[in-house]
């Protein structure tokens, strides 16, 4: 086989480079987790997306629907049939004795999301950053409204969690 000559060695080189240029670009392109993922802090090293409607209209969710009662669909932060899309974040130090310095479960929902329903019905308190109610949940955790129909559940239970899921979201 003889070699190439070099103009299209120069040729090939120029389209290698082209295409490595364009990939960033592609691994950028926009899914249907985008806007939950634009809320999720840069040191998270764990992802997670669940979409909760494909889940539902599948086989396995249609099976597992007609499974549960109606006590144990209750018996979520929110309602399961409430959700479309979940998103869950943090970040994890170490491998075998790993420690959470935070976890994040963004939830993309089918109806505007009520703090003070979620405090009132698990027994928790609201408190307010800036013009931001939330709820602070007995069982470690928070829930932040970060849009219309986005809810942030966070643990630790902190201001700082607040503050940061706040800041995220305004970026």
Not at 49 to 62: H, L, V, W, Y
Not at 63 to 76: G, K, L, P, R, V
């Amino acid at each position: 086989m003889p070699l190439p000559n070099r103009s299209s060695f120069l040729f090939g080189l120029f389209l290698t480079a082209l295409i490595t240029w364009s990939l960033p670009g592609a691994a950028r392109a926009e899914t249907p987790f985008t806007p939950l993922l634009q809320q999720v802090s840069s040191d998270a090293n764990v992802l997670v997306t669940i979409d909760s409607e494909q889940i539902r209209r599948s086989a396995f969710g249609k099976t597992m629907a007609a499974e549960n009662t109606q006590s144990q669909a209750s018996s979520h932060v929110v309602s399961r049939n409430e959700i479309s899309q979940v998103l869950m974040a943090a970040k994890i130090r170490g491998f075998r004795d790993s420690m959470v310095d935070w976890q994040t479960a963004l939830l993309q929902m089918n109806v505007e999301p009520s703090v003070e329903g979620l405090a009132a019905n698990y027994k928790g308190s609201i408190d307010t950053m800036g013009k931001t109610s939330y709820a602070v949940l007995p069982y470690g955790a928070i829930a932040v409204p970060t849009g219309k129909k986005t809810l942030a559940v966070v643990t630790p239970p902190d201001r700082q969690q607040v503050s940061r899921i706040l800041r995220q979201v305004a970026a």
